[in-house]
């Protein structure tokens, strides 16, 4: 899946973060259990501010939304996403949010004009790290995915 950047000073702060130094292994893994997300029979390293995450995932979606829920803590600047996925589809775009960004506003400019009501689609695609669709916060990164 690749490495994925991310801004280290934003994001949720863990027990042990710091914006020099990412969480530990325990504390990146309640992180994920907290969203929902299957840790079980994953490798997860932490060297400074980059995490590399092996193993599989239920689905490409799911390595997709374990990395983002990973890399969106502090001292996190960089996920080297290295999970394989048992159910692939096609991967999503990722998008750092902006200063002034709201959903309706990633959708237009991601999907073309007039296409702002498929914000509801972004929202879905990023829950349930993304609580109410206006708790977005600028640094923070956004799955994308393709619509069908």
Do not use: C
């Not at 929902?36 to 979606?61: C, F, H, P, R, Y």
């Not at 502090?74 to 290295?82: E, F, H, I, S, T």
């Not at 916060?137 to 799955?143: A, F, N, T």
């Amino acid at each position: 899946m690749g490495l994925l950047s991310f801004i280290k000073d934003v994001g949720e702060k863990l027990f042990g973060a710091s914006e020099a130094q990412a969480a530990t292994v325990d504390e990146l893994k309640k992180e994920l259990d907290k969203h929902g997300l299957n840790a079980e029979g994953l490798d997860i390293q932490v060297n400074g501010d980059k995490v590399t995450v092996s193993g599989e995932a239920a689905s490409t979606e799911d390595a997709e939304k374990i990395a983002l829920a990973l890399g969106n803590t502090v001292g996190v600047a960089q996920v080297d996403n290295q999970l394989s996925a048992k159910q692939a589809s096609p991967d999503a775009k990722m998008y750092t949010v902006q200063k002034g960004d709201n959903l309706w506003k990633i959708a237009e400019a991601q999907y073309g004009a007039g296409q702002g009501a498929k914000h509801t689609v972004i929202f879905e695609a990023n829950k349930p790290m993304l609580s109410h669709p206006d708790k977005i916060y600028p640094g923070q990164v956004l799955r994308i995915p393709p619509l069908n």
